[in-house]
């Protein structure tokens, strides 16, 4: 289920939301996941971190630009790895793109439209074939072009067909914690239409 408020804690500074982050999930707090706020440090995308990514999540979207600004989402997200055959990612050549690895699929419960990202499918497939969530990595050898990406959208993750009309909607990873994810997120076709910032915190077993 999800709902949309008004964003009443912009100020928090990142790092505490994160180390906030860190700590409910560690104590199995009942109440929820904390404020999501911007990440502003570096990109600190830790190897040993991303390999430990399949999971159970809490996912917050804010937007902070479109016709829903100001206005938030909340719902679930759940992560599986990719068998070793669904591991490449499929270019419009038709071969697999070089340096590219999609480690893992899954689903989210969440209206992305509540933050007016376009709904390009469901979220909540966990076909691997068609996930609703498709985690894509960008492991090339420049450095300054490593990224993680979550693509959200069944019609825009179907495996061996490459969409042809632009549509997306996609979380730019920019901290992978051992116990949340944070980064920005936009949604667009030819041009930007919405834009945020997210926060995923690993739910306990005990939530």
């Known amino acids: 289920m999800t709902y949309r408020r008004s964003i009443a804690q912009r100020g928090i500074h990142a790092a505490a939301v994160a180390a906030l982050a860190v700590g409910c999930a560690n104590r199995g707090q009942r109440a929820g ?6 990440f502003e440090r570096p990109r600190t995308l830790d190897a040993e971190a991303i390999a430990a990514l399949a999971g159970d999540y809490s996912l917050t979207l804010v937007a902070t630009s479109g016709e829903r600004s100001g206005q938030i989402a909340r719902g679930t997200a759940t992560l599986f790895e990719n068998p070793d055959r669904l591991r490449n990612l499929i270019g419009a050549s038709g071969n697999a793109m070089l340096g590219v690895v999609v480690p893992f699929y899954g689903a989210a419960d969440i ?15 966990n076909d691997p074939l068609q996930p609703g969530v498709l985690v894509i990595q960008n492991s090339r050898d420049d450095t300054t072009a490593q990224s993680l990406v979550m693509r959200l959208g069944s019609e825009t993750n179907r495996r061996n067909a490459v969409p042809f009309d632009g549509g997306y909607t996609v979380l730019r990873v920019r901290l992978v914690g051992p116990n949340s994810i944070l980064g920005s997120w936009a949604s667009g076709t030819v041009t930007e239409v919405a834009a945020g910032f997210f926060c995923a915190v690993r739910r306990s077993n005990n939530l």
């Open 33 to 38: 996941p904390p404020p999501c706020a911007p």
């Open 111 to 125: 209206d992305v439209t509540e933050v007016g990202a376009l709904p390009l499918g469901t979220t909540n497939s």
